[in-house]
């Protein structure tokens, strides 16, 4: 379908509601848009710090930047802006799992500690970050040509305490997101300066202890504000994880984020052992348990460094906005998904390796003004990316290499140019025109000649928006847009298999086109209720699928996804809120084929639900249901995962004096299931060279207890 067959449909869905919506003597402001209600007001009146407002910070650490640092309006029903404060009262039992704020994300992980989370939104599997885009303090978090999976995005060095805020965006509308960013994109920003130093002294189950010292103070005209932390785990595996992560932040700030500047840098070591995917027969026949390993030695280790700089300028009539910075990260990752298939006698293991140094750019420019005599503003930007990348791929045994399937130094560079203008016609109707333009360009020197070369491409991506209110504190939104997401740039000049070197293999776009459009409703009629309701299409002329025997995603059939979310959130009072995120989304392969058209790993259903209650002190309790439905595991359906339902809780007391105590539970009713579920060919030491086609599964660890002390100072 057509972007414009997308944006007629979805007026026709909207027009009968619009028509029927009549304006309220006192609507909110013209262009004024619900927001997070746990966030502090974004109408209140600007101080020299900042946006003031209502305070729902945890004790530990308190944030005094503002929670949301623009007050403007979202642009769709799906847009969420949600405050530090909000995300740090969720138990959580790794880093990445903040993120589950995002309704309908379902983040997990089936191979380690230290390696990237396995990401879930509309419909989608996103593995380890494709489509899925991913920033912190306009740094991007995914990997492009990555040795285990395009997008990969690693967050195991995230510190959620110092997170200031995450602003979400879904689908293809904007034209400010670029790569990966179809599904969704999510940027965090840390806190420029912390209220009180505070120390964090975490134990619990299986190991797991967790120490975190953060501060602040004054420095020159600015703030200093540092952090480190170290994390150790083992897990209930046969074999522990033996997790040892090293993590410190350092920034310097001076100002706001709407006038000042900010130097930070990051630093993060990590290693660990893994138990990957089991296959389901050798758990039902007992020679091998649940939490056992075929091949005991898989794991990695992992280090990142950056250096990022951001400066901003405003006034009444402008904004301006760069963010620069520069990342060095390395990747060894030894995994054996398929056991002895392929090797009898060595096995199958094998070493991805990612080496790379990232620089880039990201620079906008706002302008207020009059339109033909309306207000409007415009908006122009520029991104510049560049990888210098080296990824191997080797065979080992016990994590020592003895043969080099392929080893490519790679140079990847985009430019994007982007511009969109926001017009607001009357008090009830606003419009958002954009377009940006992305351009690709990179070099692949390869050990095979063969596979070598350079390549480019350019692709212009035109966004469109209506928002029609506010009647009654209700909003209506129209969005539609072109994206995309990059390919591996090893699979543009690809020209024989790797492994024989001989071979011919078929070469991919470095570009995928994808298309999208939204029609939703969000509101606020009801006190305390911001409740939303998005009905969305979302197309791709290329799926990026996972290959589970193979560790990797490749570009495969076209997709549609049509799905619909329903989310709310409820503050009754100050010190309770509840909420209720439902998603369903029906995603097929759209070409026809002998094989089927359900595309592999998609869930259906996603649901999540919980209630947060306390203050600044005394008791504090938190309890969240987390629902991840049943997937297909093969493209005719005929394999399906089980659903996986789970329940965290958290319950402590803020004393007076600063000090926190806090319990956190996960998995509560020890519920046997499955973080993820894989359908391929595996075999056994036991077994025929044919091997078995089975569901291969990474089992939710059982009920573990974790106890907090914090102080603040």
Known sequence: MHTKTLLWAAVALAWPVVAGAQPEPAPLAPGQGPVDPAAPNPTAAPTAQGYTGASTALPAITVTAPRILEAEPTDSASERRVSGETLNTRPISRPGEMLEAVPGLIVSQHSGEGKANQYFLRGMNLDHGTDLAIWLDGMPINMRT????????????????LVEQMTIKKGPYYAEESDFASAGSLRLSYANRLENAVVVATGGSFGYWRALAAGSMAAGHGTLTAAGEIVTYNGPWQVGDDLKKFNAFLRYAEGDTANGFAITALAY??????????????????????YGAVDQTDGGDTQRYSLSMRWSRSDERTASKIEAYGIYSTLNLYNNFTYFLD??????????????????????????????????????????????????????????????????????TSLAVYAKN??????????????????????????TAANSGNVSAFLASPKASLIFGPFDRTEFFLNAGLGYHSNDLRGATITVDPGDKTTPVASVPLLVRSRGAEVGVRTQAIRGLDSALAVFVLDFDSELLFVGDAGTTEASRPSRRIGVEWTNQYRPLPWAMFDLDLAYTQARFTDPSAFGDFIPGAPAFIASAGMTLGGDTGWFGALRWRYFGARPLVEDGSVYSDPTSIFNARLGYVFESGLKLQVDGFNLFNTQ?????????????????????????????????????????
């Open 673 to 713: 299931a499955s973080q993820i579920d894989y359908y391929y060919t595996s075999r056994l030491p036991n077994e025929g060279p044919a091997g078995v086609a089975d569901r291969h599964f990474h089992p939710v660890e059982p009920l573990m207890v974790r106890f907090t002390v914090a102080k603040a100072f």
């Open 269 to 290: 070591t990590n290693s660990w052992h893994s138990t990957d995917q089991i296959p389901a027969r050798a758990v039902l026949d007992g020679s091998l348990g649940r």
């Open 343 to 412: 090797d009898p006698t060595n096995g199958d293991q094998f070493q991805q390796t990612d080496k790379r140094m990232i620089v880039g750019l990201n620079a906008s420019h706002l302008m207020r003004h009059t339109l033909a005599g309306f207000a409007s503003e415009t908006t122009v930007g520029t991104q510049i990316r560049y990888d210098n990348i080296g990824v191997g791929l080797f065979n080992t045994v016990q994590r020592t290499a003895f043969n080099t399937i392929r080893y490519d130094r790679v140079n990847e």
């Open 146 to 161: 990555h040795g285990h999976g395009q997008g990969y995005a690693d967050l195991n060095f995230l510190i959620p305490e």
């Open 422 to 447: 926001t017009l607001q016609w009357n008090d009830w109707l606003r419009s958002i025109v954009g377009i940006r333009g992305d351009w690709f360009m990179g070099s692949v020197a390869s050990d």
